[in-house]
Every structure is written in structure tokens, then in C-alpha cells.
């Protein structure tokens, strides 16, 4: 039995934006939500408080960076 009818292609849309903080693509609730990944977030509340830098290096958040996590 042949199902011509079936052909049909399976089209996603998917919500994404841009990074406000490094361009970088969000596809996630959180990104979606905030304009900026879990990391670039971390960095913009940590530049844009006064606690001092000690307790969080950056060295730490960028070795969690990727390409798709940002
Ligand atoms: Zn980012």
C-alpha cells in the first residue's frame, strides 16, 4: 500500500536569537528569554555589579563556552 500523501516534509520553525553580548545564536528557553547565553549572562551581571572579580575568574566561564552554549 502506497501512501503518496505522506510526503510531506516535517518543517520546524525554532525561536532563536542572537547573543546581545557575542552574536552567538540562542536556541534555548534561557537565551530566548534573557537575549544572552548562560555564560555571556554570568559575565554581564558580574561586569555590571561591584563584587569583586576574585571570586568568579573568567577563565572559569570561558573554558565553558562553546559555539552552541555561550
Ligand atoms: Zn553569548
Redesign the pocket.
Known sequence: MQVEDDKEEEIFTIKACR??????I?LSDYGLKHK??H??KAKYDLENSSIDENQITFDDILSE?TEVL?
Not at 547573543?19 to 552567538?24: L, S
Open positions: 547573543c546581545k553580548r557575542c552574536g552567538g540562542l544572552m547565553g555564560v555571556c563556552e555561550h
